[in-house]
């Protein structure tokens, strides 16, 4: 019988346990996790701040009994592991509740111990209301503030999809909002003419934005916390939140020897294994890698997260299933706004060196007579293949099924011929007769011929 | 100078001029239209009697004055084509205004003429009472009826998507709705599986649904219309609205010698030439194919309109532009919910010789805690391939969504077991970490594994 030990139990580790039992009725296989919750949806903490998500059991769903009765799986919470003996096939793991320090072996170890927030090294970031969202505690303890103490101004340190989300769900509790971006505009992965778009929004939504500028440092305890900038301008607030990345947890693995990749997340090969063959990763500490260039990546997302726990779990059995990498496609809201990108902006094909051409294509994502809105797309296309090698959103509705049109299409190589040739559903209330995702494929059909023809 | 002539200035023969105007400045190009309207939104029709839509021109938001300053296209309205003189290159037109008859000469000609509602042949069809919609002219007497008479009462024989889109819109007006269809089932096209959930619902909203049978005679003028049923029985009703397909408009082609293809349609190549080499056709008119099996198909609708003119437009003037074919998608609402379909059915598939796979997958199309409903999608796929071969969903919201990914990877030759590897964008918002495209996927290659096994 083999003995199954995964490191982790929110997105990742419960995904390779499950699916480790479905293949394997006989193993043993036992979940080590720090912290109190299991399998949250960490996609879900900024609705669960701002109220949308009530109870914290909506987001915190299952529990250790859920996954023992339904999958004969071992969870134990409050366990660290302290060190992974790899040639010794042993855990030293501490039980957080007793202190108590005990050795666990394994036959095969799944990593799967997620990422953490990036803390900044400046002055006054470990004051008790600067805070980090990544898991449910520390929603649990940006919702207790703001419960005792009212708070009317916050600063968000970072405009990436968390900190935008924050943004929202913030300001709808009457939080005045300011954020401090280091990039001389909002949502650095994305295009500077797209951002535009949303930094335009932002304002309307009274937000304060502060672009190309960051912060040096944190001074004063709640109510009288000023946000110091490198520019020299302060901002009094009652609370900060940075969100300024998040990077692997890597250390156990590295520490056992194993593997880290160009981008700083453990190396695995398509079956999600490390440089040690009987130890697998997954999740936001495992590395990925694009299906469009090959090249390594690390976008730490839940999708990601259960797609790479599930392939560790059919890899644990010797299943043939592997990896086909990620697009890099990412989805928010922000008040009633959708962005979405998925694939290359032009700055990175530009940087990967492709030969481009590149179309912003404004259309209804419905029928106006049936209350359509006008989405902006951003397509970027090999000028040389044809091949369309990504898209940016920036729109109100229709934007998450444009994106996942273009996410499909891309994946099977599309080339920006052949989207005006999609048989796409087509009603009034849905779409326009000719989609928008159509459009964009004839808009950058003509530019590519339009460059050859010169 | 090219002198090209079309005949119909709704969707494809519009999309034509537009788009053969684009490649050559220098051609003359009239459109002949027999009706008064031109470039409608047919689709909308039902929206524009339900009064969703408010105005007129929302629907026909096009005039000839806008062809002529925008493409430089000539287009007379009220002119009928009473035959082409294929071989003398000469169309003989009546003006419907004046009864003046008169030749016009063509170097290429295009037909997209339309199709017309089927009217059955039974006692009592031409009853002023009785209607059936198709263009604009035909949902104004619709409206008029309405708004003079306030029936409370309405039979709507077949239950297509545009019976069950009507049933929606009387309904919304406060008519009773009484639904006669011939087959056992609803949506004749679907599995009757699927199309027990739109049952259901409809019997929820309180329509009343009369299967398996229909209309031997209407018989009485308003307010004594009564409609009679094969099996005897009688609906007593205000009016009747006779939903029971549309047939390909072929006269003047027949007549004309050029070849009607098997399912009753124009016979067209990938270039949408007839069998005639300097004679197009497009639209519901014309014959399409399925790009999944090869076989000749007649699904006419909007959006495939639009893309047979597009690509008359480009074979004019010799452009390589090829129709792709098409998978019969096709999505509609009523009340709150949303049916879309796309591929084969399961019976289709069954009926073409595939062996194949099924499932059903219930599953919520965003995160329970950000609102998700369920939707019932099932999926069709080749044992022997993977090959993903057809859709049926059920739903209420993202359905739209799904179909059209859906639409994507069937047309891009996706296996089951492509769908699970999808990096489609996630937020709660949005969608589920794995999305119930990714679920479909994965539980049809659990079905052809387990068929494998056996």
């Known amino acids: 019988m083999m003995k199954i030990v995964i490191i982790g139990a929110v997105a990742a580790g419960t995904s390779a346990a499950a699916k480790a039992r479905r293949n394997d009725e006989e193993a043993q296989i036992i979940i080590f996790e720090k912290d109190v919750d299991i399998s949250y949806s960490g996609c879900g903490l900024p609705y669960y701040i701002g109220g949308i998500v009530k109870r914290r059991d909506e987001i915190v769903p299952r529990n250790t009994d859920y996954f023992k009765r339904k999958y004969n799986v071992d969870i134990f919470t409050r366990r660290e592991v302290l060190n992974i003996d790899a040639l010794g096939k042993k855990l030293t793991v501490k039980n957080l509740i007793t202190d108590e320090v005990f050795l666990e072996d394994f036959d095969k170890l799944v990593i799967a111990t997620g990422a953490s927030a990036v803390v900044p090294n400046i002055p006054g970031v470990d004051k008790s209301n600067v805070f980090y969202l990544r898991n449910v505690q520390s929603a649990d303890r940006i919702k207790d503030f703001i419960n005792k103490n009212n ?32 990039a001389p505009q909002v949502m650095p992965a994305m295009d500077k003419d797209m951002a535009l778009y949303i930094e335009k929004y932002l304002i309307e939504k009274d937000i304060n934005l502060v672009l190309a500028d960051s912060v040096a440092a944190i001074e004063g305890e709640f109510p009288s916390t000023k946000v110091i900038l490198s520019s020299g301008n302060k901002i009094e607030t009652d609370f900060v939140i940075v969100a300024v990345g998040i990077k692997p947890n ?205």
Request: hydrophobic fraction near 40%; aromatic fraction near 8%.
């Open 151 to 182: 708070p009317k101004k916050a600063v968000i340190v970072g405009s990436g999809f968390i900190g935008l989300e924050m943004t929202e769900n913030l300001k709808e509790l009457g939080i005045d909002v300011t954020i401090v971006e280091l």
């Open 250 to 454: 890597i250390k156990l693995a590295q520490n056992a020897g194993i593997e880290i990749g160009e981008t700083g997340a453990i190396k695995v090969n398509k079956k999600m294994l490390t440089s040690t063959k009987y130890i697998y990763a997954c999740g936001d500490c495992a590395e990925s890698y694009s299906c469009l260039t090959g090249q390594n990546m690390y976008r730490p997302l839940g999708s990601t997260a259960n797609k790479t726990g599930r392939i560790v779990g059919e890899s644990l059995n010797g299943g043939s299933l592997e990896f086909r990498g990620i697009l890099g496609t990412g989805i928010f809201k922000v008040f009633d706004k959708v962005i979405a990108y998925t694939g290359l902006s032009e700055k990175e094909a530009l940087k990967e060196g492709y030969e481009i051409v590149i179309c912003h294509n404004i259309k209804p994502d419905k029928a106006m007579y049936y209350g359509g809105q006008e989405m902006i797309i951003k397509g970027v296309a090999d000028k040389n293949t044809g091949r369309l090698l990504g898209i940016q959103i920036v729109g109100t509705s229709g934007v998450d099924k444009r994106i996942d049109v273009f996410v499909t299409a891309i994946t099977f190589g599309a080339k920006a011929e052949d989207l005006s040739h999609l048989d796409l559903a087509y009603a009034p209330p849905f779409s326009t007769a000719k989609d928008p995702v159509m459009y964009t494929g004839m808009i950058l059909e003509n530019e590519i011929n339009r460059d050859k023809n010169k």
